[in-house]
Structure formats: structure tokens, C-alpha cells
């Protein structure tokens, strides 16, 4: 069985930072590769970035430049460092990994507001 524990979360004003965790339980970390998704009201979820085991990345056109995916096997967590946030960043955050489709967290809130 696979878990996701999503953490950081939170309130920041526009052009804040915010470093989100997510603690993978199970043994499938270091070869699957992991991914960040978030899900804004009356939206669909869309991904945002990707990290492969070899770690090769990928980030969704919006957030390039902005924010960075990296992963620590040892620790089986994938991190999301989000800088120069946008109030358009607000949405619930989730990780993920193809390699367990049926499994998600509970995400974690990111609010960008004044």
C-alpha cells in the first residue's frame, strides 16, 4: 500500500515562497518517478511538476522559472520550492506517482492573497 503525507502549506502574499514536502510511505519511491499536482476551485487537477528516478524534470509552462521539484530517496520525500508566488497559484497541492494511479493524499492548501 502506498501513502501520500503532504505538508507546507499555507497562506502568502503575492511574491512569497513557500517549500511543500511530501512523504511517500511504501516501496516503490526511489525507482517510480514523482509528481506534483494541484487542483484550484472549479477546476480540473492539472499536473505541475515531474521528477523521474533518474531525475530527469518537467514543469507545466506556469510555473517554470518559479518553481523547483527535487526528491531525497533516502528520506522518500519530494519537495515543491515555490517562489514568486501569484494569487493564480492558489489551489490544493497534491504528489503523486503513476506507478500507484489509485492512490492520492490530502493535498495541502496553498493560498496566494493579500
Known amino acids: 500500500q502506498v501513502q501520500f503525507v503532504e505538508s507546507g502549506g499555507g497562506l502568502v502574499q503575492p511574491g512569497g515562497s513557500l517549500r511543500l514536502s511530501c512523504a511517500v510511505s511504501?516501496?516503490?519511491?526511489?525507482?517510480?518517478?514523482m509528481a506534483w499536482y494541484r487542483q484550484a476551485p472549479g477546476k480540473q487537477r492539472e499536473l505541475v511538476a515531474e521528477?523521474?528516478?533518474?531525475?530527469?524534470?518537467n514543469y507545466a509552462a506556469s510555473v517554470k522559472g518559479r518553481f523547483t521539484i527535487s526528491r531525497d530517496n533516502a528520506k522518500k520525500i519530494v519537495y515543491l520550492q515555490m517562489n514568486s508566488l501569484k494569487p493564480e497559484d492558489t489551489a490544493v497541492y497534491y504528489c503523486?506517482?503513476?506507478?500507484?494511479?489509485?492512490?492520492w493524499g490530502q493535498g495541502t492548501q496553498v493560498t496566494v492573497s493579500s
Open positions: 511504501g516501496n516503490i519511491f526511489s525507482t517510480s518517478a
Open positions: 503523486h506517482t503513476n506507478t500507484a494511479p489509485g492512490y
Open positions: 521528477i523521474t528516478s533518474g531525475r530527469s524534470i
